[in-house]
């Protein structure tokens, strides 16, 4: 898997030269045995670096995600620290106050951790095992279409319509889970299938 | 030499004993000066002064931050400081309830004031007969109570913890001048109760025991010495 | 064509994740709070200083956000007031802040949003650090930055009093002083701060001091092309010049950014409380201490003469006599 | 985008008009700082309210929603007027010279054709005389009274600078001032780029404002070039992708479409759709509709979709409306004719306009099924909150399913932004809980609906046991194995065309990019624009080259662009009819006598002569469209119409209300306020401390913008008696909010018409789930009605009253 984080930034491209000078000024290369210092350890030190892809707006600002643990290496991976990419063309490390706060919205309070299940009427959710609630909607959906796929118009043309279930897709998942939620849309004959960019 | 003291029966006194401002006939001849009550008050006070000076100094100058070593360190020294603030600023007011009426200057006063070398140099018979307190020990009576109120105001104006939001920061630093400066008067007119009461003998033991021997009575305080002799607040029980 | 990336850059590289050893230490101090003598550090870091260059900020947070996760802080939800403003001041978990101000330009009659990051400005001349009574700490590196040193703070609140900018504020929940810290335990790495880092137009840039400077004169050049004749650099002098500087399009009256300071330097009457009554005060104390002990030593004592105590003893038995007098002749 | 985001650096001027990109987009926005700082550039804000971006600005001005049309078209009028045109690029590269039909014709704020019952246009004049050899009819001299030149400059006539003051609430300074600056840019060596989102797309003709825009770039000739285009700023950071991929109700992907009632096989469905040249020797790309089309089938149906059964043409559903899009689902749905609806990481009753038909709607369900990584108000939408979801929960019969998934961190793929760029991320963290990808759970419904049908047959389930799913993994679909699938392999030998006897790609091996797609089943691609994604080099997705030649801004070494990794469309523009470059300083492409060469991927064949081949190869004509023909249902010219509610009726025709051909239902037609009852303007909008309904789970942005509020200026704040900070109650005839307000300078009343008007700005991100403060929408209030062409909802514009009031009341529920 192409995980390359290539260290090579703007700073060899002409023109960084003053942020180079600035790092340089900060004493580098001639850090001697350090005594006890004040200021705070840093705290990325031995965490796992990750290319990600900020979620929110089209800008798609390039971040890396700083964990604890490798789900490469078969770890539980727990976010420590999300900070943008240097090295990205477009946000050149820069986040907006969305971007720069990813890590409170992967690690919010109300991330659902659950299947759940709400009885008609009922005033709460219920907790659900995922067989029981993909069993029980796959049986909801065939059996509406079953009974109201159009098979043929007035004319009698083949028209394979099922106008009686829809569904939005997402307006953030991948293009590949896109790919996989459209085969399944299309070819179950849902209509009225659609996504945030109508909106 | 007669002892008319064996012809009469005693009598029983006219006054209480130990009741404050009495005279017990001895021998020796002691006079009561302030009774428990008023000898807590004062200890209290002057307990709460010593530690808010030792705390105060603490912060007031690095070479004496040690100090907060005896309170459990900075942030204790700057927790428990305000709060001793609180109990001194009560506990002398309680006291100076009772004593500023016997504090009001009055003429003998100035010609004491006028009369200072001879204080100082102990001659006192040169000086007027005094009633129950000199014009020092009322200038240290008021100078402490107008410090008080200089620093309780000044100390809660500073008192970040609760305070912090009520005032502006220009009048916070204010307080924080006057605070240091009233602390600096209110140490010096200290050092001057203290010395004060270790060089006029005897005196100590009126805030210990509550009562000076007659002797220092008739020296210091004739006065009163003798107000009390004349309206017979003398205990002659043996 | 112009190269669009010569502007100084806080972040050249990603951050590192090998351990490192931290830059900033001890021998680096020029300063340390209630502390005279110090050693002098074997080596002088070059000053490094934050730009805000205020007529690029769009006000978009992103410094509070970014400061909020590197620092670990952990602010409130508040509710709005009616400015755009939040948290409506710095607090001990905000250490950076937008402030939002609608400004008519008298000369233009045309309204101008000006949004002004307001946050530790890291001076030359620490007002807080002079302020402080607790040795060590509030310290100052060789390369400008001021820090608060958690361990020694005491809460006494003395920094605020003689912070020039109204900038620590202590925590309610630990009682120490919190501020903007420069993200010192970034620049330990070679890291800028991360508010820097974050911020999407880089209207915040962090390099040298001399750089940014620099870099404040072509932003300058910039904004007189553009009208903005009173462009200007803020680095107050009265507090010998500061490590965060703002290019203002209206460096005349910086009041209008939120009331900026015009002429910042540590209040008269912090350098009278923290100088002359320090030592004034001690002298005198000691003085007083000294003058009673020797007049003790050398003045003879105020005793009471056995003569005084018989004119006592006469003086009552008198009394008593007349008064068993008054009653035998009754 | 038509450029990408880090070529905007390369501009001139800026025109943020139905944005706000630095509030909105503000890693975007940087690069318009860069261009100022660094190119002197300027930028020009036209927006209703003076935002962030505007602080930043070198000139705002302000604007009434919903009149951007009138002020466009007094630009470009302006810049005809005063010969501030780029002749050659115009005269070469757009269909000014074609000549239209007899018949056309615009008046009354109508054009010709117009039917009021069916509210739709007969478009049939609107197109080209074509002539004998079946091209058409042009007059380059541009003298022909006819040609479309000629008819623009006469549909132009009326936007005079009065009369956008008039409509538009622009003093006419202002309005001169903003158009002097932009005429600037017909200079081949000055671009503008204008920066929009959907302050122009949700609108009754949002199509038409993109429209009149587009028409002023291609007449300043700054399509195409660097520093120039329309870029669109997409919302989400896949919506760009979503549509792409054709997740939507009339698409399939590519932009492929769906076939309709009247596409009977698939001949007849392609005879529609392989547009051949309308000039000659143009490219007219889409002539390899067919390729792509049945590379998409046999991506769908592999082996069941055979030349003799039309590729399994009928496996896909055909459409008898334009489209099921959301306003008419959720129609259907509060008419009882919805039983089922899945929600995939969406939040329709924030989303959605009329909120209260939102959630009857919903109650009418048999069952819903939302997959979200976090909670969204639609999930409980049945949950009581007092006010802030006031229903009647034991009435609401509608079984829920809340599945939990992850998010971005937890899983690989790629994200195509605004710029189409297709960027491979890697999972950094495990999923919380039970949490699982959004394609596992659609693998596990599809498999199970699979295996009922296999078990119990049921109505025609050819299409679901036909479906490609040769996964090695069958219940979990990679991200790889998808990306693989989108790109394209071929199904047999590939043959060299030059050289019969070499075989080009062998059987089962990835297309190198769509050039290699066939139309005779040997080849199968999911989405052919994303042919080259991930072929036999590799995930060309996950590139991390960041090498900038010359500082184009062009990066052709990072990721992926789709088409062909190009990162500039139309850039052929760039270089005059010869092939040199409009401006030698900002070169993209040069015709070097036998080659085109540059910075960008062409988007001609490299090798087309440059006087031959026109650079819109899309279009039928080669060149773009100053006059859309039938293309747009509201019209070939922008023209102006009011929101379908307005504070002012429309100059043109007093009579007419909205968009005369959008649709609009009987029960929403009912529900349109008028100026009398709602006399303040409404818009909608995003704050940059949040994005949509998600950070408001999130502590850090919930801080920083914790609670819902309504901005009004001054004057209004002064006649309503309203408080700053205090709180309002805003109603429109759909619903009502509280609100704290905000009494802002930045917002003006305008004078339209002759009367004031005033604007309340109410943003969007509150909701009664998440750490912020309870709150609501804008949605609550408006209207359902949406664009004539796509119906994108006019949440933009609609009417509202406003009062002071008391903080609403919330009712504590045990979650």
Redesign the interface.
Known sequence: MNMDLSRRSFMKLAGAGVAATSIGALGFGEAEAAEIAHVRPFKLATTTETRQTCPYCSVACGIIIYSKGDVRKGDKAEVVHIEGDVDHPTNRGTLCPKGAALKDFVKSPTRLLYPMHRKPGSDKFERMSWDEALDRIARLMKDDRDANLLLKNEKGLDVNRWTTTGMLAASATSNETAWATFKFAKSIGMVGFDNQARV | MST?ANT?QP?TSPVKTGAEDS?R?????EVVRYGPGKRINHWVTAISLILLLLSGL??????L?FL?ELFG???M???IHPWIGVVLFISFFILFAQLWKLNLPNRDDVQWASQISDV???H?ENLPELGKYNAGQKFIFWGMAALIIVLIVTGIM?W??YF?HLTS??A???A??LH??A??AI??VF??HV?AA?????TIRAMTRGTV???????HHRKW??DM??R?R?D?TK | MANTMDSPRTAVSNPPVQPMETNLTQRDLIRRSATSELPNPERQLTPVAKLIDVSKCIGCKACQSACVEWNDTNPAVGENVGVYTNPHDLTADMFTLMRFTEWVNPETDNLEWLIRKDGCMHCADPGCLKACPAPGAIVQYSNGIVDFVHDNCIGCGYCVKGCPFNIPRISKADHKAYKCTLCSDRVAVGQGPACAKACPTQAIVFGTKEDMKKHAEGRIADLKSRGYANAGLYDPPGVGGTHVMYVLHHNDKPHIYADLPDNPAISAVVQTWKGATKYAGLAVMGLAAAGTILHGLFAKANRVSKHEEEEAKELVDESVEHAEKREEDA | MTNAWTDIKNTDLVVVMGGNAAEAHPCGFKWVTEAKAHRGAKLIVVDPRYTRTASVSDFYAPIRQGSDIAFLNGVMKYCIDNGKVQWDYMKAFTNAAFIVKDGFGYKDGLFTGYNEEKRDYDRSTWDYVIGEDGFAVTDPTLEHPRCVWNLLKEHLAPYTPELVEQVCGTPKEKFLKVAEMIAECSSPTKTMTSMYALGWTQHSKGSQNIRAMAMLQLILGNMGVRGGGMNALRGHSNIQGLTDLGLMSHLLTGYLTMPSEKDTDFETYMSTRQFKPLRPGQTSYWQNYRKFMVSFQKAMWGDAATAENGWAFNYLPKLDVPAYDILRMFELMNNGKVNGYLCQGFNPILAFPNRAKITSSLSKLKFMVTMDPLETETSRFWENHGDFNDVDTASIKTEVFQLPTTCFAEEDGSLTNSGRWLQWHWQASSPPGEAKHDSWIVAQIFLRMRELYRKEGGAFPDPILNLTWDYEDENEPTAEELAKEINGRALSDLMDPTDPTKVLVAAGKQVVNFSQLKDDGSTMSGCWIYSGCWNEQGNNMGRRDNHDPDETGAYLGWTFAWPLNRRTLYNRASADINGKPWDPSRKLLEWDGAKWTGYDIPDISPTAKPQDVGPFIMNQEGVSRLFARGMMRDGPFPAHMEPFESPVENVFNRKMRGNPVARVFASDAAQLGTSAEFPYAATSYRLTEHFHYWTKHNRVNSALQPEFFVEISEELAAEKKIEHGGWVRVWSKRGSVKAKAVVTKRIRPLICDGKPVHIVGIPLHWGFTGSAKKGFGPNSLAAFVGDANIETPESKAFLVNIEPSTAPKDKEVNV
Not at chain 2, 25 to 29: D, S
Not at chain 2, 198 to 202: C, L, Q
Not at chain 2, 213 to 219: F, L, N, S
Request: glycine share 16%; hydrophobic share 45%.
């Open positions: 008319p009469a009598k005279i006939r001895g021998p020796p001849v603490a912060m007031f100058h690095p070479s931050f907060t360190g900075g942030q020294t700057r927790w100082i140099s102990g006192e500073a970040e913890q912090g920061i220009p916070q630093r204010i924080l001048l240091s400066l602390a600096v140490i010096l050092i001057l010395y270790i060089w006029t003998r005897g021997t007659g002797g220092w009575a008739w020296r010495l003798k002799a004349g017979g003398i002659s």
